[in-house]
């Protein structure tokens, strides 16, 4: 059963760090693209941060370009998003998904699987 568990969320000042991570079982990450995405209320789904493991992309939305970080520890089935920086307008729930095509798509739609989600609220 493929399963994803995010932790990490929590309260941070502007300007504050948060370290987000994404526990996969069930598979393991070679074989899967694993994208971050975050939705504010009354705000649409947002596309944060894609990584394929099997060959190494990397994708950033331009709203988090230079502060996000995203990366996996095969070892540990985990991937993380190192968030610097943190703005007001970061606060979301943010979820990880996977996609058995590793193909990191923007749209959440392309993926199969879904954690619960972490909330990170900013306050400025």
């Known amino acids: 059963e493929v399963q994803l568990v995010e932790s990490g969320g929590g309260l941070v000042q502007a300007g504050g760090s948060l370290r987000l991570s994404c526990a996969a079982s069930g598979f393991t990450l070679d074989d899967y693209a694993i994208g971050w995405f975050r939705q504010a209320p009354g705000k649409e789904r947002e596309g944060v941060s894609c990584?394929?493991?099997?060959?190494?992309?990397?994708y950033y939305a331009e709203s988090v370009k230079g502060r996000f970080t995203i990366s996996s520890d095969n070892a540990k089935n985990t991937v993380y998003l190192q968030m610097n920086s943190l703005k007001p307008e970061d606060t979301a729930v943010y979820y990880c998904l996977a996609d058995p095509l590793a193909l990191c798509s923007g749209s959440s739609d392309e993926y199969d699987y879904w954690g619960q989600g972490t909330q990170v609220t900013v306050s400025s």
């Open positions: 990584i394929s493991s099997s060959d190494g992309r990397i």
